[in-house]
């Protein structure tokens, strides 16, 4: 296979991971694909021709400068008010689910695809880069720029607070 068919086949393999990512870390799906997109274009301008295992981290590093980018401005134009690190995250009693419901999966999906978006950036992105994506704690620093520990901190509180969330639906974590 050759580098343009093995550099499609990265990019298709990682498409949709990605936009999920980026979609819990902006909320948009317009954005997410925004995103996304440029993500995989600047892949392929400027790291194409390097070697395809180095892809993936090059890849994720460059998807999340691209959030961390389109919070800074959407917080500089005043469209979240504060970024993420500063807001607390409240529990959402306002729709009561009974145990039927907690046994649908659908609920259950959009449960988690909620909780995940309410984790600051910097534990989202560690959670969905570790768990879905598969990134050892070196992998994840990488992509993240930050060390490990900062990776392991950030995954261990990911990972608390969405078990808070999965013990407030019913579920024991």
Request: net charge negative; glycine share 2%.
């Given at each position: ?14 498409e ?5 990512l ?14 996304v ?7 392929v ?13 090059l ?25 993420d690190?500063q ?17 649908d999966?659908?609920?259950?999906n ?29 992998q ?6 930050c060390?490990?520990?900062?990776v ?10 969405l ?6 639906w019913g579920?024991?974590?």
């Amino acid at each position: 296979m050759d580098n343009q068919q093995t550099l499609d086949s990265f990019l298709a393999s990682v498409e949709k991971k990605a936009f999920q990512l980026a979609e819990f870390a902006v909320a948009d799906k317009d954005e997410a694909l925004d995103l996304v997109q440029n993500s995989m274009i600047k892949l392929v301008q400027k790291y194409s021709d390097r070697d395809p295992e180095q892809w993936i981290l090059l890849f994720y590093r460059i998807l999340h400068n691209e959030i961390k980018d389109w919070k800074r401005k959407a917080w500089v134009r005043g469209w979240l008010g504060m970024n993420d690190d500063q807001v607390e995250v409240l529990p959402d009693h306002s729709v009561a689910v009974n145990p039927e419901q907690l046994c649908d999966a659908e609920v259950i999906n959009e449960q988690m695809h909620k909780a995940i978006r309410a984790l600051p950036m910097r534990q989202q992105q560690a959670f969905l880069l570790r768990v879905w994506e598969g990134l050892d704690v070196k992998q994840t620093a990488q992509v993240m720029q930050c060390t490990p520990g900062s990776v392991k901190t950030h995954y261990s509180r990911a990972l608390e607070r969405l078990r808070l969330n999965l013990t407030e639906w019913g579920y024991e974590a």
